[in-house]
């Protein structure tokens, strides 16, 4: 059964600091997905990740994929408040009958001045 | 319309009480998801659409929990007597065909007394 571990969970930042969200996975999957939700909201698509190597940024975020080591990783750069929320990481498992998503824990994070 | 809308948005159930809750996908959109979000978790796999059919239902935690689609539009969470344990967010999603990028409605955040 497919497995998806972030780490850290919880994650205190000061602005304009770096930092990374890990996110393991247990089978081989197609793509990687991350997700941006805030409290009380749905989830917001951020990166989809379709191949080994593959590297997306936008703003201060940038998503990155080894789908031989089954890592992904979300980098922060420079943060700011704004990026208080929590983060998921999510894989798909396009089998015959379904293309249902398996979660990771999700990484909050906030940002303090 | 413009994107995946839920209705109720809030549900407050009493124990014992049937609810259901309703799921209106993009329109043309061909696959239709359902999720379960528990307070502090990730997103759940329940079920999987793909027009009328219902191809996965290997989420659903329990036989009080049913779902369906019958124009392949429109879907229906029913959840019959309803326990605490069954509070949580529901999620619903919709993409335009297989493997592709699914996106995700507001959510209805179910609460059992």
């Known amino acids: 059964e497919l497995k998806v571990e972030q780490n850290p969970l919880f994650l205190s930042m000061q602005e304009g600091k770096n930092y990374t969200i890990y996110c393991n996975y247990s089978?081989?999957?197609?793509?990687l997905y991350w997700y941006r939700q805030d409290p009380g909201k749905s989830l917001e698509s951020l990166f989809v990740?379709?191949?080994?190597?593959a590297v997306k940024q936008e703003g201060r975020l940038m998503a990155s994929l080894d789908t031989k080591a089954r890592l992904s990783t979300l980098h922060i750069t420079a943060a700011v408040h704004d990026l208080s929320a929590t983060y998921f990481c999510a894989v798909d498992t396009p089998t015959q009958n379904t293309d249902k998503l398996i979660f990771g824990t999700g990484t909050r994070l906030q940002v303090f001045p | 319309g413009a994107g995946v809308s839920q209705s109720p948005r809030y549900k407050v159930a009493k124990r014992g009480q049937d609810v259901a809750l309703r799921c209106d996908p993009i329109s043309g959109h061909v696959s239709l998801f359902w999720y379960q979000q528990a307070l502090g978790q990730g997103p759940e796999f329940l079920t999987y659409f793909q027009n009328e059919a219902q191809l996965d239902k290997s989420g659903l935690p329990s036989d009080r929990f049913f779902a369906e689609r019958p124009e392949g539009s429109v879907s229906t969470l029913k959840i019959q007597r309803t326990q605490q344990e069954d509070s949580a967010v529901y999620l619903c999603a919709s993409s335009d065909q297989r493997n592709t990028e699914a996106f995700f409605g507001q959510g209805t955040r179910l609460t059992v007394v």
């Open positions: 990740l379709l191949s080994n190597g």
């Open positions: 089978t081989t999957s197609d793509r």
